[in-house]
């Protein structure tokens, strides 16, 4: 997206953040004082009507976050964050509660068309005839706003909720997994997250279910200065299927502005998770200035025996990128998979990968992950393959391939390999390569403006891991992919 | 179709092309021969606008175009095709979808309407049945794993598919067995020989101008063509060698 619709979007959400939508409660705080104490941490929990064990969790959480250090062993050059200043929680003036489609503002309709978001989730969004069903939580600035199809989940037994929702309607299953896979004491951020989670979403599939429709939270807006904090939970019976959407845009631009949700999956016996995000946060100017950190643990515990989760990112925004989606494969013959691609331009950065750890015998993970950099940026792969003692026959295949564009970038493979049982196979591939210009000109030869040939090599580099996405997710990625490398060749 | 004249160019300030003439008109078929180094492949290089040549000075003329104020891309959208002497490997793209994303940028260009899938795909077909050229290679990614043979037949079922007006084929003959070589000069007279089209044949042996009987023969030698003929005179230089020619010009 060009830097003038950005402003466009961003006005016009500022815009719609002041619009009247149909009732008006009384006159409250938009936002929490801004900073960051215990007394933040109870402000949120206590605007969310949250019981008291959740905010127990949330204070327990802020203390341990109190003595943590921020860490620094990653490959990323990170700007001290002034945790004090900014807003950790903002809330639209109005708060709607929309039924239904129908009731969804066309300004929120032309907001999203601002945005950019594919047309098919237009269609989707207005209900259009024939358009494929992908139920859609719609997130402005911590809160939900409407979830679709939310009849016909219920008809399946499917939950899909925000998570302030959940925590009000199904307190048990909150209680038995909230921080179970990510627990507070996880990490930094994860700690962080914990203490002061804004929302997010909570997806239940019974048993032998496959749900009927794609789950996709579409996208988030932030008010300048607020950190986005969400907190993701799933839950996946025996026997059932879910495929999930993130899609991330609303590109910012503000001053750097921290991201650090968390996102937790369970898998039990027979169940499948299949998790996408395409993600094109803010990446900050050219000279580097601003852009969206974006600082996210996801786990996934595939507990049961022969489940499975497939995480596949495209992450071409955010100034800096920070995160690897890791399966605990704990059940026996349990399948983890992670397909990446992750592209730097510009002044961006990224340490990115995965952490597999086999725990079940017979547990198989995949790997491959394909950085792009561009520009004077960074792009770190780093994995960590790891095998129990008890965890007989295990198989593991990594593949990390980077693609360089012109001399200025850097492309890095940091892969943790811990194998206590002999019976293990583990396979590690990697290659680096750049764009050669007799390819560039092949291309052109048959027609192909620069651009277009360098978007089509990119793709083709980047074609595995784009397969996995869903359609629609894929058609939008392989533009996305064109679009953040303007101007990153010639 | 085509008027070279006088054209001087380097690589990295030194001179290969010292004064090139040349001209091709619609319906002919030319070959340039000459000894290595003497710059056949730099002229089809500079033809087709790939980046590193200096030209100096001198003119090009396509079809009533200034072809060197045209970028590479713009040129392909003009008519010429390059058929390359080391055809290039492009992973995770089939060549169907090069094709098509390439033809159909072609004809968006020219102001002409997109090829539909089905469309393409017939076209494909057609092109890759008469070449004998295996449907299945054309869903593969581009040249990844081809031999040498069946890239060069590859490049053929690119032109036909593009429909160049002008094909300069770089040692296409180059890596050919016998039936490969049959099947890319059958290929070359199908798709190339009529009163709207020409080729430039970029060749160093006389065989497939056994398949492809060219109309003009030159010979390249120190930047500049020294002498022309006909289809005997690539003949003569099979029986007789360089060495005369080059001492005549010399």
Wanted: hydrophobic share 40%.
């Amino acid at each position: 997206m060009t830097e003038t619709r950005n402003r466009e979007a961003y006005d016009a959400v500022e815009e719609a953040s002041t619009y009247r939508w149909g009732f008006v409660s009384d006159i409250e705080q938009d936002f929490a004082p801004k900073g960051l104490s215990e007394a933040t941490v109870r402000f949120i929990s206590a605007k969310k009507n949250e019981p008291d064990w959740l905010l127990e969790w949330r204070l327990k959480a802020y203390r341990r976050w109190l003595t943590l250090p921020a860490p620094d062993w990653a490959k990323l050059d990170i700007p001290p964050i002034d945790y004090q200043d900014a807003y950790y929680y903002a809330e639209p003036r109005a708060k709607p509660k929309l039924g239904s489609l129908d009731e969804v503002d066309p300004e929120i309709l032309r907001i999203y068309e601002k945005l950019g978001i594919p047309l098919e989730e237009q269609k989707v969004l207005a209900g259009v005839e024939g358009a494929r069903k992908i139920a859609v939580d719609a997130v402005f600035d911590s809160v939900s706003v409407a979830t679709t199809f939310r009849a016909e989940l219920e008809r399946a037994g499917v939950i899909f909720r925000s998570i302030s929702d959940a925590v009000r309607e199904y307190p048990e299953l909150l209680r038995k997994w909230l921080g179970k896979i990510v627990p507070a004491q996880d990490n930094y951020f994860a700690a962080l997250n914990a203490a002061v989670f804004s929302d997010g979403t909570f997806v239940y599939i019974p048993e032998n279910t496959r749900c009927p429709m794609e789950l996709s939270t579409y996208f988030r807006i932030n008010a300048a200065n607020t950190g986005q904090f969400e907190r993701t939970l799933i839950i996946a019976e025996r026997g059932s299927y879910v495929s999930y959407l993130e899609g991330c845009t609303a590109p910012q631009r503000d001053e750097n502005q921290l991201h650090a949700a968390v996102v937790e999956l369970v898998a039990l016996d027979d169940a499948e998770i299949k998790y996408s995000t395409v993600q094109n946060w803010y990446p900050g100017d050219a000279e580097g200035k601003g852009g969206i950190y974006n600082f996210v643990t996801k786990r996934a515990l595939c507990q049961g025996e022969r489940s499975k989760v497939s995480w596949t990112q495209v992450e071409t925004g955010s100034a800096i990128t920070w995160k690897y989606p890791s399966c605990v494969l704990a059940g026996e013959n349990s399948v983890g998979e992670f397909y990446s691609v992750a592209v730097t331009n510009n002044h961006q950065q990224a340490d990115t990968g995965s952490k597999m750890i086999h725990l079940g015998r017979g547990s198989r993970s995949t790997i491959i992950s394909k950085g792009i950099s561009a520009g004077v940026s960074d792009n770190t792969y780093r994995g960590l393959v790891r095998v129990a003692a008890g965890a007989d026959g295990v198989r593991n295949f990594t593949q990390c391939d980077s693609l360089l564009l012109g001399d200025r970038c850097g492309s890095h493979t940091i892969p943790y390999i811990e194998v206590r049982n002999p019976t293990a196979q583990i396979e590690h591939e990697a290659t680096t390569s750049k764009i050669s210009e007799d390819q560039l000109f092949y291309a052109m030869q048959r027609g192909l403006d620069q651009e277009s040939a360098v978007g089509l090599i990119v793709n083709g580099f980047a074609k595995e891991v784009l397969q996995q996405l869903p359609m629609e997710f894929a058609v939008e990625a392989q533009k996305l992919l064109g679009i953040s490398l303007e101007g990153s060749v010639g | 179709m085509l008027t070279i004249e006088n054209l001087h160019a380097e690589i990295e300030g030194k001179p290969i092309l010292t004064g090139l003439n040349l001209r091709i008109r619609a319906g002919e078929i030319h070959a340039i021969m000459g000894p290595n180094g003497a710059g056949k492949s730099t002229l089809a290089n500079i033809l087709t606008g790939r980046p590193g040549y200096d030209v100096t000075s001198g003119s090009v003329q396509f079809q009533d175009q200034d072809l060197l104020a045209l970028s590479a891309h713009e040129r392909a959208t003009a008519g010429i095709f390059l058929g390359f002497q080391y055809p290039v490997e492009i992973p995770g793209i089939s060549n169907l979808h090069f094709l098509r994303t390439a033809l159909n940028a072609q004809k968006v260009a020219r102001g002409e309407r997109e090829l539909s899938g089905a469309a393409f795909i017939k076209l494909a077909r057609e092109q890759a049945d008469a070449l004998s050229f295996d449907q299945e290679m054309l869903k593969r990614s581009v040249n990844v794993g081809f031999s040498g043979g069946e890239k060069k037949r590859n490049e053929m079922v690119q032109m036909g598919i593009l429909a160049p007006a002008l094909a300069i084929l770089d040692e296409t003959d180059s890596g050919l067995d016998i039936d490969a070589l049959r099947a890319v000069g059958d290929g070359i007279n199908r798709i190339q020989r009529a009163p709207n089209k020409a080729a430039l044949l970029i060749t160093h042996y006389q065989r497939l101008l056994d398949y492809v009987v060219p109309d003009f023969v030159h010979v390249l030698a120190d930047g500049r063509i020294v002498r022309s003929g006909g289809a005997e005179l690539a003949l003569e230089l099979e029986r007789e060698g360089y060495s005369a020619i080059l001492e005549e010009a010399a």
